[in-house]
């Protein structure tokens, strides 16, 4: 059953991750694969809080996975390459995929948050 994604943005070439990936904007990038680059969140949630985005634009993890399994797969492998080099596997991690309006999604470019470093509380707050 086709998933009812949202609509792609028109110019990818005004997405804030695409940018990044260009190298038009600058940012702290921890790794860089063929198809997946991770860098520090401007405005860090925790102690260690990088992003993690496929090259390719997609709008958010349900277009994505739907699209392409491969380069999803592609996506969590850096984000656990990332955990590992970031030392965050011993004492633990999460990892957010915020989704459209609900799930509080700023950036419309697939993106993992990893975050950690230190306790991160709660899931979500009620
Ligand atoms: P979202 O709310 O879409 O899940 O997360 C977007 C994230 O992008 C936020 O955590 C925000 O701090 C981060 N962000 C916004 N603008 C920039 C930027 O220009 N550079 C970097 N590195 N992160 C950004
Ligand atoms: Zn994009």
Known sequence: MPYPSRPTIALVTDCLFCRIVAG?????????????????????????????????????????????????????E???????????????FRLIFNTGAYGGQEVDHVHAHVLGGEPLGPMVCK
Request: glycine share 4%; aromatic share 2%.
């Open 78 to 92: 850096t984000a656990a390459v990332v955990a590992e080099t970031e030392g965050l596997l011993a004492d633990g």
């Open 24 to 76: 038009d904007i600058p940012a702290t990038v921890v790794r860089e694969t063929d198809t997946t680059l991770a860098f520090r969140d401007i405005d860090p949630k925790a102690a260690v809080h990088v992003l993690v985005v496929t090259k390719e634009h997609f709008v958010d993890i349900a277009s994505l996975a739907q699209a392409d399994p491969e380069l999803t797969g592609d996506l969590m």
